[in-house]
Protein backbone atom coordinates (compact mmCIF):
# COMPACT_ATOMS: atom_id res chain seq x y z
CA UNK A 1 0.00 0.00 0.00
CA UNK A 2 1.27 3.88 -1.21
CA UNK A 3 2.50 5.89 2.01
CA UNK A 4 0.05 8.74 1.88
CA UNK A 5 1.66 11.76 0.23
CA UNK A 6 4.51 13.75 2.30
CA UNK A 7 3.15 16.98 3.74
CA UNK A 8 3.60 20.41 2.55
CA UNK A 9 5.70 22.75 5.37
CA UNK A 10 3.01 25.11 3.86
CA UNK A 11 -0.14 25.70 2.10
CA UNK A 12 -0.77 29.29 0.62
CA UNK A 13 -4.41 29.81 -0.81
CA UNK A 14 -4.26 32.93 -3.70
CA UNK A 15 -1.81 33.17 -6.00
CA UNK A 16 -1.93 37.43 -5.82
CA UNK A 17 0.18 39.68 -5.08
CA UNK A 18 0.51 38.49 -1.30
CA UNK A 19 0.62 34.54 -2.07
CA UNK A 20 2.99 34.64 -4.75
CA UNK A 21 5.64 36.70 -2.36
CA UNK A 22 5.03 34.48 0.48
CA UNK A 23 5.33 31.47 -0.98
CA UNK A 24 8.76 32.45 -2.97
CA UNK A 25 10.51 33.93 0.51
CA UNK A 26 9.18 30.70 2.43
CA UNK A 27 10.25 28.17 -0.62
CA UNK A 28 13.66 30.03 -1.19
CA UNK A 29 14.03 29.47 2.87
CA UNK A 30 13.93 25.59 2.30
CA UNK A 31 9.87 25.24 2.63
CA UNK A 32 8.06 22.90 0.67
CA UNK A 33 5.19 25.46 -0.30
CA UNK A 34 2.05 24.61 -1.96
CA UNK A 35 0.10 27.97 -3.86
CA UNK A 36 -3.29 27.61 -4.68
CA UNK A 37 -5.49 29.58 -6.62
CA UNK A 38 -9.57 29.25 -8.13
CA UNK A 39 -8.02 31.11 -10.95
CA UNK A 40 -6.77 30.02 -14.19
CA UNK A 41 -3.80 31.88 -13.96
CA UNK A 42 -2.02 34.01 -10.87
CA UNK A 43 -1.83 37.87 -10.38
CA UNK A 44 -4.66 38.32 -11.93
CA UNK A 45 -4.99 42.15 -10.14
CA UNK A 46 -1.18 42.82 -11.12
CA UNK A 47 -2.10 42.08 -14.61
CA UNK A 48 -4.51 44.86 -14.13
CA UNK A 49 -3.32 47.50 -12.31
CA UNK A 50 -1.62 50.87 -12.95
CA UNK A 51 -3.42 50.68 -16.35
CA UNK A 52 -1.49 47.78 -16.99
CA UNK A 53 1.79 49.20 -15.79
CA UNK A 54 1.62 47.90 -11.84
CA UNK A 55 2.11 50.82 -9.71
CA UNK A 56 3.85 48.29 -7.77
CA UNK A 57 5.00 50.32 -4.45
CA UNK A 58 5.11 54.16 -3.55
CA UNK A 59 8.37 55.39 -1.96
CA UNK A 60 6.36 57.41 0.63
CA UNK A 61 5.18 54.52 2.05
CA UNK A 62 4.65 55.28 6.15
CA UNK A 63 2.39 53.18 8.66
CA UNK A 64 0.13 56.80 8.33
CA UNK A 65 -0.80 55.75 4.60
CA UNK A 66 -3.01 53.33 5.55
CA UNK A 67 -6.35 52.82 7.33
CA UNK A 68 -7.43 49.65 9.95
CA UNK A 69 -8.38 49.78 13.33
CA UNK A 70 -5.34 49.65 14.49
CA UNK A 71 -3.40 52.24 12.90
CA UNK A 72 0.05 50.71 14.37
CA UNK A 73 -0.52 47.28 12.96
CA UNK A 74 0.97 47.65 9.85
CA UNK A 75 4.14 49.03 11.43
CA UNK A 76 6.64 46.17 12.14
CA UNK A 77 5.98 44.23 8.49
CA UNK A 78 6.52 47.85 6.70
CA UNK A 79 9.75 49.07 8.34
CA UNK A 80 11.26 45.49 7.97
CA UNK A 81 10.18 45.54 3.96
CA UNK A 82 10.18 48.66 2.25
CA UNK A 83 9.56 49.94 -0.65
CA UNK A 84 13.43 50.48 -1.35
CA UNK A 85 13.55 46.32 -0.77
CA UNK A 86 11.07 45.83 -3.36
CA UNK A 87 12.36 47.94 -5.73
CA UNK A 88 15.49 46.03 -5.21
CA UNK A 89 13.89 43.02 -6.31
CA UNK A 90 12.45 44.65 -9.46
CA UNK A 91 15.60 46.22 -10.48
CA UNK A 92 17.59 42.81 -10.25
CA UNK A 93 15.36 41.49 -12.74
CA UNK A 94 16.02 44.12 -14.95
CA UNK A 95 12.28 45.93 -14.99
CA UNK A 96 12.66 49.38 -16.13
CA UNK A 97 10.67 51.49 -13.95
CA UNK A 98 9.54 55.22 -13.72
CA UNK A 99 8.24 57.68 -11.03
CA UNK A 100 4.77 58.63 -12.36
CA UNK A 101 3.85 61.58 -9.59
CA UNK A 102 3.68 61.72 -5.40
CA UNK A 103 6.26 58.56 -5.05
CA UNK A 104 3.81 56.12 -7.28
CA UNK A 105 6.17 54.18 -8.88
CA UNK A 106 5.39 52.02 -12.29
CA UNK A 107 7.04 49.86 -14.76
CA UNK A 108 8.09 51.54 -18.06
CA UNK A 109 6.85 48.14 -19.90
CA UNK A 110 3.79 46.49 -18.31
CA UNK A 111 2.51 44.48 -15.06
CA UNK A 112 3.22 41.19 -16.65
CA UNK A 113 7.10 41.91 -16.03
CA UNK A 114 6.14 41.82 -12.08
CA UNK A 115 4.11 38.85 -12.79
CA UNK A 116 6.89 37.34 -14.46
CA UNK A 117 9.39 38.32 -11.84
CA UNK A 118 7.56 36.56 -8.58
CA UNK A 119 6.70 33.74 -10.58
CA UNK A 120 10.28 33.21 -10.87
CA UNK A 121 10.90 34.05 -7.80
CA UNK A 122 8.79 31.11 -6.82
CA UNK A 123 10.51 28.71 -9.09
CA UNK A 124 13.57 29.92 -7.33
CA UNK A 125 12.04 28.53 -3.98
CA UNK A 126 10.70 25.12 -5.44
CA UNK A 127 6.78 26.52 -5.09
CA UNK A 128 4.30 23.95 -6.36
CA UNK A 129 1.83 26.63 -8.09
CA UNK A 130 -1.50 24.72 -8.80
CA UNK A 131 -4.09 27.15 -10.53
CA UNK A 132 -7.80 26.66 -11.86
CA UNK A 133 -8.47 24.68 -8.60
CA UNK A 134 -11.67 25.81 -6.32
CA UNK A 135 -11.13 25.10 -2.66
CA UNK A 136 -13.49 22.87 -1.64
CA UNK A 137 -12.78 21.97 1.79
CA UNK A 138 -10.12 23.20 4.61
CA UNK A 139 -10.16 21.60 7.80
CA UNK A 140 -7.57 21.64 11.11
CA UNK A 141 -6.88 18.54 13.02
CA UNK A 142 -4.08 17.13 15.07
CA UNK A 143 -1.49 20.20 14.35
CA UNK A 144 -2.40 19.46 10.34
CA UNK A 145 -4.17 21.74 7.96
CA UNK A 146 -5.98 19.94 5.44
CA UNK A 147 -6.99 21.28 1.95
CA UNK A 148 -9.40 20.07 -0.63
CA UNK A 149 -8.79 21.50 -3.92
CA UNK A 150 -9.66 20.45 -7.55
CA UNK A 151 -10.07 16.65 -6.23
CA UNK A 152 -7.11 16.63 -4.44
CA UNK A 153 -6.30 16.79 -0.85
CA UNK A 154 -3.04 18.02 0.31
CA UNK A 155 -1.97 18.76 4.40
CA UNK A 156 0.63 20.80 6.22
CA UNK A 157 1.18 22.42 9.14
CA UNK A 158 0.95 25.72 8.37
CA UNK A 159 -2.06 27.60 6.49
CA UNK A 160 -1.86 31.08 4.80
CA UNK A 161 -4.91 32.79 3.61
CA UNK A 162 -3.91 35.46 0.83
CA UNK A 163 -7.41 35.19 -1.08
CA UNK A 164 -7.81 39.09 -0.66
CA UNK A 165 -11.25 40.74 -0.29
CA UNK A 166 -13.98 40.58 -2.81
CA UNK A 167 -13.67 44.22 -4.74
CA UNK A 168 -14.47 43.26 -8.12
CA UNK A 169 -15.51 39.79 -8.26
CA UNK A 170 -16.27 39.86 -11.68
CA UNK A 171 -12.43 39.03 -11.30
CA UNK A 172 -12.94 36.18 -9.58
CA UNK A 173 -12.48 38.16 -5.84
CA UNK A 174 -14.26 36.39 -2.97
CA UNK A 175 -14.94 37.14 0.77
CA UNK A 176 -13.73 33.61 1.32
CA UNK A 177 -10.77 35.24 3.85
CA UNK A 178 -13.20 36.12 5.73
CA UNK A 179 -15.55 32.52 6.09
CA UNK A 180 -11.93 31.22 6.44
CA UNK A 181 -11.08 32.98 9.13
CA UNK A 182 -14.25 33.19 11.26
CA UNK A 183 -14.28 29.37 10.88
CA UNK A 184 -10.55 29.45 12.47
CA UNK A 185 -11.55 32.30 15.46
CA UNK A 186 -10.73 35.21 13.82
CA UNK A 187 -13.09 38.21 14.09
CA UNK A 188 -14.03 40.56 10.71
CA UNK A 189 -13.88 44.07 11.01
CA UNK A 190 -16.96 45.16 8.64
CA UNK A 191 -15.52 44.62 5.11
CA UNK A 192 -16.31 47.86 2.91
CA UNK A 193 -15.36 49.45 -0.74
CA UNK A 194 -12.79 51.66 -1.16
CA UNK A 195 -10.75 53.65 -3.50
CA UNK A 196 -14.36 54.01 -4.88
CA UNK A 197 -16.21 56.24 -6.98
CA UNK A 198 -19.16 58.00 -5.26
CA UNK A 199 -22.40 58.44 -6.30
CA UNK A 200 -25.03 61.72 -5.84
CA UNK A 201 -28.49 62.36 -6.28
CA UNK A 202 -30.68 64.81 -5.37
CA UNK A 203 -29.72 69.00 -5.89
CA UNK A 204 -25.94 67.01 -6.17
CA UNK A 205 -27.40 65.02 -9.41
CA UNK A 206 -26.71 68.05 -11.19
CA UNK A 207 -23.48 67.74 -11.33
CA UNK A 208 -23.40 64.45 -13.37
CA UNK A 209 -23.98 66.44 -16.68
CA UNK A 210 -20.54 67.58 -16.17
CA UNK A 211 -19.50 64.11 -16.68
CA UNK A 212 -15.80 63.53 -18.18
CA UNK A 213 -14.45 67.12 -16.91
CA UNK A 214 -11.68 66.98 -14.87
CA UNK A 215 -9.96 69.37 -12.16
CA UNK A 216 -6.81 69.29 -9.92
CA UNK A 217 -8.93 70.04 -6.11
CA UNK A 218 -8.44 69.52 -2.75
CA UNK A 219 -11.17 67.09 -1.20
CA UNK A 220 -11.84 66.93 2.23
CA UNK A 221 -13.48 64.66 5.12
CA UNK A 222 -13.90 64.95 8.47
CA UNK A 223 -9.78 65.59 9.48
CA UNK A 224 -8.57 63.70 5.75
CA UNK A 225 -7.59 66.02 3.26
CA UNK A 226 -6.23 64.90 -0.45
CA UNK A 227 -5.20 67.36 -3.38
CA UNK A 228 -5.26 65.76 -6.25
CA UNK A 229 -7.92 65.39 -9.45
CA UNK A 230 -11.48 65.18 -9.10
CA UNK A 231 -13.36 64.02 -12.37
CA UNK A 232 -17.11 64.28 -12.71
CA UNK A 233 -19.07 60.59 -13.59
CA UNK A 234 -22.46 60.14 -15.03
CA UNK A 235 -22.99 58.63 -11.46
CA UNK A 236 -21.37 61.25 -9.03
CA UNK A 237 -17.91 61.95 -8.60
CA UNK A 238 -14.48 59.98 -8.94
CA UNK A 239 -10.84 60.81 -9.80
CA UNK A 240 -7.75 60.19 -7.53
CA UNK A 241 -8.70 62.91 -4.90
CA UNK A 242 -12.31 61.39 -4.64
CA UNK A 243 -11.00 57.72 -4.66
CA UNK A 244 -8.65 58.49 -1.64
CA UNK A 245 -11.58 60.07 -0.09
CA UNK A 246 -13.77 57.82 -0.31
CA UNK A 247 -12.15 55.49 2.00
CA UNK A 248 -12.41 57.63 4.77
CA UNK A 249 -16.04 58.65 3.75
CA UNK A 250 -19.19 57.24 5.81
CA UNK A 251 -22.76 57.12 4.39
CA UNK A 252 -24.74 60.56 5.55
CA UNK A 253 -21.12 62.46 5.40
CA UNK A 254 -20.56 65.11 3.36
CA UNK A 255 -17.45 65.92 1.65
CA UNK A 256 -15.94 69.39 0.69
CA UNK A 257 -14.17 69.96 -2.19
CA UNK A 258 -11.85 73.05 -3.08
CA UNK A 259 -11.81 73.74 -6.38
CA UNK A 260 -8.93 76.80 -6.46
CA UNK A 261 -6.63 75.52 -4.27
CA UNK A 262 -4.29 77.50 -5.76
CA UNK A 263 -5.94 80.67 -5.18
CA UNK A 264 -5.66 82.98 -2.04
CA UNK A 265 -8.55 83.54 -0.17
CA UNK A 266 -9.59 86.44 -1.11
CA UNK A 267 -8.84 86.14 -4.80
CA UNK A 268 -12.36 87.00 -5.70
CA UNK A 269 -12.04 90.25 -4.04
CA UNK A 270 -8.58 91.22 -5.11
CA UNK A 271 -10.51 90.07 -8.95
CA UNK A 272 -12.92 92.63 -8.42
CA UNK A 273 -9.98 94.90 -7.79
CA UNK A 274 -8.31 94.41 -10.88
CA UNK A 275 -10.93 93.63 -13.20
CA UNK A 276 -14.06 95.17 -12.27
CA UNK A 277 -15.98 94.88 -15.37
CA UNK A 278 -15.55 91.20 -15.46
CA UNK A 279 -17.86 88.75 -14.57
CA UNK A 280 -18.13 85.75 -11.94
CA UNK A 281 -18.43 83.60 -14.55
CA UNK A 282 -15.57 85.10 -16.61
CA UNK A 283 -13.23 84.88 -13.96
CA UNK A 284 -13.96 81.21 -13.14
CA UNK A 285 -13.73 80.14 -16.65
CA UNK A 286 -10.31 81.88 -16.52
CA UNK A 287 -8.97 79.22 -13.51
CA UNK A 288 -11.41 76.43 -14.05
CA UNK A 289 -12.58 73.84 -17.29
CA UNK A 290 -15.61 76.14 -19.05
CA UNK A 291 -18.08 73.02 -18.03
CA UNK A 292 -17.46 73.35 -14.46
CA UNK A 293 -16.96 77.33 -14.48
CA UNK A 294 -20.26 77.61 -16.01
CA UNK A 295 -22.10 74.90 -13.53
CA UNK A 296 -20.84 76.67 -10.79
CA UNK A 297 -21.72 80.51 -12.01
CA UNK A 298 -25.08 79.23 -12.27
CA UNK A 299 -25.24 77.79 -8.93
CA UNK A 300 -23.72 80.93 -7.36
CA UNK A 301 -26.03 82.77 -9.51
CA UNK A 302 -24.15 85.84 -9.28
CA UNK A 303 -25.39 88.09 -12.38
CA UNK A 304 -23.53 91.25 -13.23
CA UNK A 305 -19.47 92.56 -13.28
CA UNK A 306 -17.48 92.14 -10.22
CA UNK A 307 -17.27 95.99 -9.67
CA UNK A 308 -20.93 95.86 -8.74
CA UNK A 309 -21.02 93.09 -6.67
CA UNK A 310 -20.85 93.17 -2.78
CA UNK A 311 -17.54 92.18 -0.84
CA UNK A 312 -19.70 90.21 1.26
CA UNK A 313 -21.39 88.25 -1.50
CA UNK A 314 -17.96 87.81 -3.38
CA UNK A 315 -16.71 86.51 0.17
CA UNK A 316 -19.41 83.99 0.70
CA UNK A 317 -19.11 82.72 -3.17
CA UNK A 318 -14.72 82.61 -2.60
CA UNK A 319 -15.86 80.86 0.84
CA UNK A 320 -18.44 78.31 -0.78
CA UNK A 321 -15.81 77.90 -3.41
CA UNK A 322 -13.24 76.33 -1.45
CA UNK A 323 -15.67 74.18 0.39
CA UNK A 324 -18.35 73.23 -1.62
CA UNK A 325 -20.05 70.78 -0.19
CA UNK A 326 -21.80 66.74 -1.46
CA UNK A 327 -23.19 64.64 0.21
CA UNK A 328 -23.42 61.37 -1.99
CA UNK A 329 -25.72 59.20 -1.61
CA UNK A 330 -23.77 55.82 -1.74
CA UNK A 331 -20.15 54.77 -3.58
CA UNK A 332 -20.48 52.29 -6.69
CA UNK A 333 -19.56 49.50 -4.73
CA UNK A 334 -17.21 46.45 -4.55
CA UNK A 335 -18.36 45.69 -7.99
CA UNK A 336 -16.30 49.53 -8.92
CA UNK A 337 -13.60 49.61 -5.53
CA UNK A 338 -9.80 49.43 -5.99
CA UNK A 339 -9.59 47.05 -2.83
CA UNK A 340 -11.82 46.39 0.40
CA UNK A 341 -11.54 48.24 3.60
CA UNK A 342 -11.79 45.95 6.77
CA UNK A 343 -11.29 42.10 6.97
CA UNK A 344 -9.41 39.91 9.19
CA UNK A 345 -9.27 42.06 12.48
CA UNK A 346 -5.70 42.52 13.42
CA UNK A 347 -6.01 42.18 16.89
CA UNK A 348 -6.25 38.25 16.04
CA UNK A 349 -2.69 38.42 14.49
CA UNK A 350 0.68 39.11 15.10
CA UNK A 351 1.97 42.39 13.41
CA UNK A 352 5.46 40.43 13.31
CA UNK A 353 4.23 37.29 11.64
CA UNK A 354 0.69 37.68 10.78
CA UNK A 355 0.38 34.20 12.38
CA UNK A 356 -3.29 33.80 14.44
CA UNK A 357 -3.12 34.80 18.48
CA UNK A 358 -5.73 31.76 18.96
CA UNK A 359 -4.29 29.12 16.17
CA UNK A 360 -0.68 28.47 15.68
CA UNK A 361 0.46 27.73 12.33
CA UNK A 362 -2.65 29.66 10.34
CA UNK A 363 -1.58 33.67 8.82
CA UNK A 364 -3.50 35.78 6.98
CA UNK A 365 -1.71 38.20 4.86
CA UNK A 366 -2.70 41.44 2.32
CA UNK A 367 -5.50 42.73 1.52
CA UNK A 368 -7.98 40.15 3.57
CA UNK A 369 -6.71 41.90 6.39
CA UNK A 370 -7.63 44.85 8.10
CA UNK A 371 -4.96 47.17 6.28
CA UNK A 372 -5.88 48.89 3.30
CA UNK A 373 -3.71 51.76 1.61
CA UNK A 374 -3.97 54.93 0.24
CA UNK A 375 -4.36 55.29 -3.74
CA UNK A 376 -0.66 55.18 -5.82
CA UNK A 377 1.28 51.76 -5.11
CA UNK A 378 0.87 51.54 -0.95
CA UNK A 379 -1.75 48.64 -1.52
CA UNK A 380 1.15 46.09 -2.98
CA UNK A 381 3.07 47.17 -0.58
CA UNK A 382 1.35 46.35 2.44
CA UNK A 383 0.91 42.81 0.29
CA UNK A 384 4.81 42.46 -0.07
CA UNK A 385 5.37 43.33 3.42
CA UNK A 386 2.86 41.37 5.27
CA UNK A 387 3.71 38.62 2.68
CA UNK A 388 7.35 38.57 3.43
CA UNK A 389 6.37 38.55 7.51
CA UNK A 390 4.64 35.32 6.82
CA UNK A 391 7.06 33.86 4.80
CA UNK A 392 9.90 34.39 6.91
CA UNK A 393 8.20 33.00 9.33
CA UNK A 394 6.80 30.02 7.84
P1 LIG B 1 -5.27 39.59 -4.71
O1 LIG B 1 -6.69 39.96 -4.96
O2 LIG B 1 -4.21 40.17 -5.54
O3 LIG B 1 -5.10 38.01 -4.79
C1 LIG B 1 -6.02 37.13 -4.21
C2 LIG B 1 -5.95 35.84 -4.97
O4 LIG B 1 -6.80 34.89 -4.33
C3 LIG B 1 -6.46 35.95 -6.40
O5 LIG B 1 -5.51 35.41 -7.29
C4 LIG B 1 -7.78 35.18 -6.40
O6 LIG B 1 -8.02 34.52 -7.64
C5 LIG B 1 -7.53 34.17 -5.29
N1 LIG B 1 -8.77 33.72 -4.65
C6 LIG B 1 -9.83 34.46 -4.24
N2 LIG B 1 -10.77 33.66 -3.71
C7 LIG B 1 -10.30 32.39 -3.79
C8 LIG B 1 -10.82 31.13 -3.40
N3 LIG B 1 -12.03 31.02 -2.85
N4 LIG B 1 -10.05 30.04 -3.64
C9 LIG B 1 -8.83 30.13 -4.22
N5 LIG B 1 -8.28 31.32 -4.61
C10 LIG B 1 -9.02 32.42 -4.38
N6 LIG B 1 -2.72 48.48 -5.78
C11 LIG B 1 -1.55 49.14 -5.90
O7 LIG B 1 -0.80 49.20 -4.93
N7 LIG B 1 -1.19 49.70 -7.09
C12 LIG B 1 -1.99 49.65 -8.20
O8 LIG B 1 -1.62 50.11 -9.28
C13 LIG B 1 -3.26 49.02 -8.06
N8 LIG B 1 -4.13 49.00 -9.10
C14 LIG B 1 -5.32 48.34 -8.98
C15 LIG B 1 -6.21 48.33 -10.06
C16 LIG B 1 -7.41 47.65 -9.95
C17 LIG B 1 -8.39 47.70 -11.09
C18 LIG B 1 -7.71 46.93 -8.77
C19 LIG B 1 -8.99 46.16 -8.63
C20 LIG B 1 -6.83 46.95 -7.69
C21 LIG B 1 -5.63 47.66 -7.78
N9 LIG B 1 -4.75 47.71 -6.71
C22 LIG B 1 -3.57 48.40 -6.84
C23 LIG B 1 -5.01 46.97 -5.45
C24 LIG B 1 -4.21 45.66 -5.47
O9 LIG B 1 -4.49 44.98 -6.68
C25 LIG B 1 -4.56 44.80 -4.28
O10 LIG B 1 -4.43 45.54 -3.08
C26 LIG B 1 -3.64 43.58 -4.22
O11 LIG B 1 -3.80 42.82 -5.40
C27 LIG B 1 -3.95 42.72 -3.01
O12 LIG B 1 -3.14 41.58 -3.09
P2 LIG B 1 -3.64 40.21 -2.45
O13 LIG B 1 -2.65 39.18 -2.85
O14 LIG B 1 -3.95 40.38 -1.01
O15 LIG B 1 -5.03 39.91 -3.16
Not at 230 to 240: D, E, I, V
Not at 279 to 301: G, I, K, W
Not at 372 to 380: A, I, M, R, V
Request: aromatic share 8%; with cysteine.
Amino acid sequence: MPSPPAPYDAIILGAGAAGLMCAAVAGQRGRRVLLIDHAEAPGKKILISGGGRCNFTNIHTAPDRYLSQNPHFARSALSRYTAQDFLALVESHGIAWHEKTLGQLFCDGSARQIVAMLLEECAKGAVELRCGQGVSEVDHADGLFRVLAGGQSATAPALVIATGGPSIPKMGATGFAYELGRRFGLKIVQPRPALVPLTLSGADALFRDLSGVSTPVVARCGKMAFREAALFTHRGLSGPAILQISSYWKHGEDIAIDYLPDHAADWLLIAKRTSPRATVRRVLRHALPERLADALDARLALAGDLGNLSDRALGAAQARLADWRFTPTGSEGFAKAEVTAGGIDTDGLSSRTMESRRLPGLYAIGEAVDVTGWLGGYNFQWAWASARAAGEAL
